[in-house]
């Protein structure tokens, strides 16, 4: 596995585990109404967009260096 493609794997990996965490945290937010939790949920989801930026940033610079 070359290193671009294991960059792009684990972007991948912590968007979904940022997506993941931001929901739970809201989902708690609702059952338990602690702001903590939504402040939380709200910086991981909003933290999971600048990472699908970069992502889509770092596969247009990358695009011609091959051996993906």
Known sequence: MSLKAF????IIAATTVLLGFGVWAGLDFA??????????????VISSVGLVWYGTWF??????????
């Not at 960059?7 to 684990?10: E, R």
């Not at 059952?31 to 991981?44: D, I, K, M, R, T």
């Open 7 to 10: 960059h792009i794997f684990y």
């Open 31 to 44: 059952e338990s109404g602690n702001w903590v939790h939504l402040a939380l949920g709200a910086g991981s």
């Open 59 to 68: 596969l247009r610079e990358m695009k011609d260096l091959g051996s993906l």
